[in-house]
């Protein structure tokens, strides 16, 4: 079956722009979260997503946003990008509620704010 | 607040070496723990789920044990090889399952050489 996939897979943007990036999960997840990966913090959670509703939230600035459709699929949104939030970006599937609640991961958006 | 720590960071052995990477994290209060594979800008690829009621989980030349009490899980890789290499993570689920939500650990880096 189909992984996760996001798109797009490298984005360059200037600070104070916004970006926009999308996920989709493997089909029949409902859950998708989000993670941002960078050298200094390593992998840190940004929210999740179940049945179109944000069910946990990191400590990021409201900057950053996102929602997920009817059909699962989530998008993430930067706003007034800053240096700092250069990064790889991931998004993660998972069937929760399941006993065996594996996460799976996309291939990720190499985000670099000039 | 759960926290989770790779021992070593970083690790360089010759091919054909046995090795342990270890995790160890604050709250036992788990639901699984999950190891995953990242190479050089890509995403992660998951090598072993371990659920909380298990101690160990095999797959080829990969073992992965947990001792929950003890907040502790280690992966075991046989027969290094120069393809092995990579970061690997951890990351603990936490309580009844049901949250996608993952809290990674800042990863071994693994160097088989040849």
């Known amino acids: 079956k189909a992984g996760v996939t996001q798109t797009p897979r490298y984005l360059i943007k200037t600070r104070g722009q916004q970006v926009t990036l999308s996920c989709s999960p493997i089909?029949?997840?409902?859950?998708v979260s989000w993670y941002q990966q960078t050298p200094g913090q390593g992998l840190q959670f940004l929210f999740e997503?179940?049945?179109?509703?944000?069910?946990n939230k990191g400590n990021f600035p409201g900057r950053f946003s996102g929602r997920q459709f009817s059909n699962s699929r989530s998008e993430m949104n930067v706003s007034t990008l800053e240096l700092g939030d250069s990064a790889l970006y991931l998004c993660?599937?998972?069937?929760?509620?399941?006993?065996?609640?594996?996460?799976?991961f996309g291939q990720g958006t190499r985000l670099t704010v000039v | 607040k759960q926290e989770v720590t790779q021992i070593p960071a970083a690790l360089s052995v010759p091919e054909g070496e046995n090795l342990v990477l270890n995790c160890s994290f604050t709250?036992?209060?788990?639901?699984?723990l999950q190891w995953f594979r990242q190479d050089p800008g890509k995403g992660l690829t998951s090598l072993l789920l371990?659920?909380?009621?298990?101690r160990e989980q095999t797959s080829g030349r990969l073992n992965a044990s947990l001792d929950k009490s003890s907040g502790r899980s280690t992966l075991y890789i046989a027969a290094s090889q120069p393809g092995d290499s990579a970061t690997y993570l951890c990351?603990?689920?936490?309580?009844?399952?049901?949250?996608?939500?993952?809290?990674f650990g800042q990863g071994t880096t693994l160097q088989v050489k040849p």
């Open positions: 993660a599937s998972s069937l929760v509620g399941q006993r065996n609640t594996e996460a799976f």
């Open positions: 089909s029949g997840h409902r859950s």
């Open positions: 997503y179940f049945s179109e509703t944000q069910r």
């Open positions: 709250d036992s209060a788990i639901y699984n």
């Open positions: 371990i659920q909380s009621s298990q």
């Open positions: 990351a603990v689920r936490h309580g009844s399952g049901n949250t996608g939500k993952l809290i």
